[in-house]
């Protein structure tokens, strides 16, 4: 083993060894009210005793997890201790190896010649990616495996660029697959950079690959749609939702709208970006002669795929996740201009210096928000088990709850759950008894003003108004729980019988 490899070993086991530490020994299996945990723990579940998923999802990495959970319970483990033991040793190993691809197209884009050690700096920072300690292990599982497919896509990407052929084409097109199978959003970022791909060959008027690259754009695309549209038909409806809706919330949107109560920072969002590329740009051009072919071309690639990950046409939360992908090219930018661009030492230091502080930062700063938000946990699962112990759930009850919530009910009280926005009166008849928990932690008020898709998501969010027919079973600091046995005077629905909203 060279010292390169041997340095990249040690950095993974550490960055592994790490995530052990915050995630998995010491934490208790219930970490928060509204910890998105739970939701991968039930899908896991439902494979393992029913072979399907409760709820339609890309299911790769469920069945990764009920593939390790059987051999767990092989070797002895309960079915509920092995899900979690999986869960956590899966989101343990996978965020570090993050490192294995941008190792390897760091080291594409320098050849044969050795690395510098300032490139371990980048290194550091891949195998503790922004928020990749706890909020990506626990809130965005499938996230978490959908970025290093994706980091994995585009290192094999760097090396088309040099030798496009069928067997390169061919692991391209299987990386995609894997990424549709794993994660929506992170294919809809692939997409973005298959676009950065020929955004980027048309700037650069390169004419060689043209073909090849639109043929295997348009082929993974159209796979894509159709295997999204046969596992989550929802997720498929989302993509005309976006495109229908999405522009009215966006920075762009709210430019044009009279009721935009900050113009300077609406302004500010669209215009910080373009001055930002139009840096790198500048930069690029000036240096652009020394650089071979392909990394000219990735480096381009890296600058248009950043942008498009900050487009004002997107909604805040949309242009939230698609930013935490940011990461990726931001590393890749910084190595060129490093490389090629920054030649005082102490501007070079003070780069590094900033990569390596905010990788520290963040790290720090998500371990400590995570256990500050959380910082009532075993009092709280207390209170839970008190709870259930009162009042002797079982699988024929439903409990009602707001999002982030409703998989805790399933999880640790064995009932069915659902948001109100799923709720159909029929469900009265459908279950024993029907119940309303509401967590009085983190809760949120309506707001009356909003767009009609930010309301209900709005109420996905909020707890639920109790209605006047409703018994009160449960109510301590942290959980109140009732019942209802008919249908609330004080709640909307709709002609199929589903929730509507509140009079």
């Avoid at 010649?113 to 290194?123: D, T």
């Avoid at 373009?274 to 381009?300: A, C, H, M, P």
């Avoid at 790290?363 to 910082?375: E, K």
Wanted: with cysteine; proline share 4%.
């Amino acid at each position: 083993m060279n010292q390169e490899n041997r340095i990249l070993s040690i950095l993974i086991f550490v960055a592994v060894v790490t995530r052990v530490l915050v995630l998995w020994i010491g934490r208790p299996e219930f970490v928060g009210w509204f910890n998105h945990t739970y939701y991968y723990y039930v899908e896991t579940k439902g494979i393992l005793q029913n072979g399907q998923l409760p709820f339609a999802d890309m299911p790769l990495l469920f069945y990764l997890y009920a593939a390790t959970s059987k051999l767990l319970i092989w070797f002895g483990l309960e079915l509920k201790s092995a899900i979690v033991v999986s869960s956590r040793f899966w989101m343990s190993l996978i965020p570090a190896l993050l490192t294995i691809p941008i190792f390897l197209t760091i080291k594409d884009i320098f050849k044969d010649k050795p690395m510098p050690k300032w490139v371990w700096v980048f290194l550091f920072a891949s195998a503790f990616y922004p928020l990749s300690l706890l909020h990506m292990p626990e809130f965005l599982q499938k996230y978490t495996l959908g970025i290093l497919l994706l980091s994995f896509f585009i290192w094999q990407s760097k090396l088309a660029l040099r030798k496009l052929n069928t067997k390169r084409l061919l692991i391209l097109f299987v990386l995609f697959v894997l990424i549709v199978f794993t994660h929506f959003g992170t294919a809809a970022v692939t997409v973005l950079y298959l676009i950065s791909v020929l955004l980027g060959i048309f700037i650069a008027k390169s004419k060689k690959i043209n073909l090849k690259l639109f043929i295997g754009l348009f082929s993974g695309l159209g796979v894509a749609l159709v295997l999204v549209y046969f596992l989550d038909i929802q997720r498929f409806k989302r993509i005309g939702y976006y495109i229908d809706r999405v522009f009215d919330s966006s920075s762009l949107g709210f430019l044009f709208s009279p009721n935009d109560p900050d113009k300077f920072s609406t302004i500010l969002v669209i215009i910080l970006p373009l001055v930002i590329v139009g840096l790198l740009l500048k930069w690029y051009t000036s240096v652009r002669v020394q650089l071979s072919d392909e990394n000219r071309l990735f480096w381009l690639i890296n600058i248009v795929f950043s942008y498009l990950l900050v487009l004002p046409i997107y909604e805040p939360l949309l242009m939230a996740r698609f930013a935490s992908y940011l990461g990726l090219p931001i590393i890749f930018i910084l190595v060129f201009l490093l490389k090629h661009k920054v030649k005082k030492t102490w501007l070079k230091h003070l780069i590094l210096g900033a990569v390596a502080l905010g990788t520290l930062t963040i790290a720090f700063g998500d371990i400590v928000s995570s256990f500050w938000h959380n910082r009532n946990k075993e009092v709280i699962y207390e209170d839970l088990m008190r709870m259930n112990e009162g009042v002797n759930f079982t699988e024929s009850d439903l409990v009602i709850t707001r999002n982030g919530a409703e998989h805790i009910s399933n999880w640790f009280l064995n009932t069915k759950s659902c948001l109100i926005t799923s709720f159909n009166a029929t469900d009265l008849n459908n279950y024993n008894r029907v119940f309303i928990l509401n967590p009085t932690e983190g809760s949120m008020r309506l707001s009356p003003n909003t767009h009609e898709a930010a309301q209900w998501y709005n109420y996905m969010l909020s707890n639920i108004q109790i209605p006047s027919n409703a018994n009160e079973i449960y109510i301590s600091e942290h959980i109140e729980l009732y019942s209802i046995e008919s249908k609330p005077e004080e709640w909307i629905f709709g002609n199929d019988g589903y929730w509507k909203g509140y009079k």
